[in-house]
């Protein structure tokens, strides 16, 4: 069975870049307090015109230009994100029609942070049965419109970023390189504890202005809880990816942590006892940007060069679910 092999990368965020000062005027909350605590300066949020796809049919144009290849090519789009353009159907259709094509089959993953990795290990079994030969994977996220940007909700209101990453997947004959595994975990014994509890089918009603108005519509979150899950399960899913493949924490060139929290990062680097060096983060300017941080992360690693054909990038995510994994890639 062949390899998949990452053709190209792409990322676009939005123009629009918000400081952490600019929440002074909405909640009680400091500059310092943010750095401090996340490691976040600023992140960009997306103008009204926006959609989560158009978002993504800007990165996708840059991969699809870096592969020299038409969205003609694409055989299938994968794509994750929590916050779709619609509550039904899912972002994949919009970009789909958005890129000008039709009749490849669109899935829509929604495993939040994890997102990514949840479509790379899905992608990748199709590439390596030979079901597909140009997979898009798209990591997507709009957050900016949908936080409560009042002192109730300061917790998850400075966090995240708007923005989108994608890759263009397919088979590899060269052996040596390629997705060499992925591994990918869930507890839904913690679904609450990193949720947003409205719209769904469990509520009575569907929706209410009663519940608008308690702000149930805004994602919530057990901050303490999410950290300790979060800095224990990555380092232990990259420890898998690692083992499974006959490989040590000395053999990776680039670990590409979700970007959740500059702290979180600094935890799993510790644990896994790698260099700085060995550890790329970039939320300071972009926040958490769900299942669009690491493809975005990887993007900027590919072209400033620190990943290069034969390194060892190992990718790994935490999210609401909780879900969680990992991927060891041979570039
Ligand atoms: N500005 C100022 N103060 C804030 C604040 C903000 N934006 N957000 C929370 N606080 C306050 C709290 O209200 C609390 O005040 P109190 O002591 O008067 O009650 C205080 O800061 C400490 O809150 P706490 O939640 O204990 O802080 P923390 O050190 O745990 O940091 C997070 C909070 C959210 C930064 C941290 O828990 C975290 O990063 N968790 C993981 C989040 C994450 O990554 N989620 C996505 C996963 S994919």
């Known amino acids: ?3 998949t092999e990452f053709i190209s990368t792409g990322f676009y965020v939005p123009e629009r870049v918000v400081k952490n000062d600019e929440f002074t005027q909405w909640m009680d ?29 800007e990165a996708t144009k840059l991969a699809l230009d870096r592969a020299g290849m038409q969205a003609s090519d694409l055989d299938c789009i994968v794509f994750a994100t929590l916050a779709g353009d619609y509550m039904m159907p899912g972002a994949g259709v919009f970009l789909q029609r958005k890129l000008g094509i039709t009749n490849i089959p669109c899935l ?29 994977l798209v990591g997507a996220e709009i957050q900016s419109i949908g936080l409560d940007l009042t002192t109730r909700g300061r917790d998850m209101a400075v966090l995240f970023g708007d923005g989108a990453g ?6 590899t004959s060269d052996e040596g390189r390629g997705v060499l595994s992925t591994h990918i975990f869930a507890d839904g014994r913690y679904a609450e ?3 947003a509890n409205l719209g769904g089918s469990a509520n009575r009603p569907r929706l209410s202005a009663q519940q608008l108005e308690q702000g149930m519509h805004f994602p919530q979150m057990q901050g303490r809880e999410v950290f300790k899950h979060a800095s224990t399960r990555m380092p232990a899913s990259v420890m898998e990816s690692l083992t499974v493949n006959g490989l040590t924490t000395n053999d990776i060139k680039v670990l590409i942590p979700h970007q959740a929290n500059m702290r979180i990062s600094e935890m799993v680097q510790k644990q896994l006892g790698l260099r700085d060096d060995q550890v790329y983060n970039n939320i300071d300017r972009y926040g958490n940007t769900t299942a669009a941080s690491i493809p975005i992360a990887l993007d900027e690693c590919v ?3 620190k990943l290069k054909r034969g390194d060892l990038l190992v ?3 935490f999210g609401s679910g909780f879900t969680w994994g990992s991927a060891a890639i041979r570039w």
Not at 33 to 42: M, P, Q, S
């Open 1 to 3: 069975m062949p390899r």
């Open 29 to 57: 909350t400091s500059d310092e307090w943010i750095k401090t605590r996340t490691g976040i300066a600023e992140r960009h949020w997306v103008a009204d015109h926006q959609a989560t796809s158009d978002l993504a049919v």
């Open 108 to 136: 829509d993953v929604r495993n939040q942070c994890s997102g990514f990795l949840y479509g790379l290990s899905v992608a990748d079994a199709w590439i390596r049965t030979g079901q597909y030969q140009r997979v898009l």
């Open 166 to 171: 994608v890759a263009i997947l397919g088979p």
């Open 193 to 195: 504890l990193l949720w």
């Open 303 to 305: 072209q400033s060069g």
């Open 315 to 317: 990718l790994t995510a």
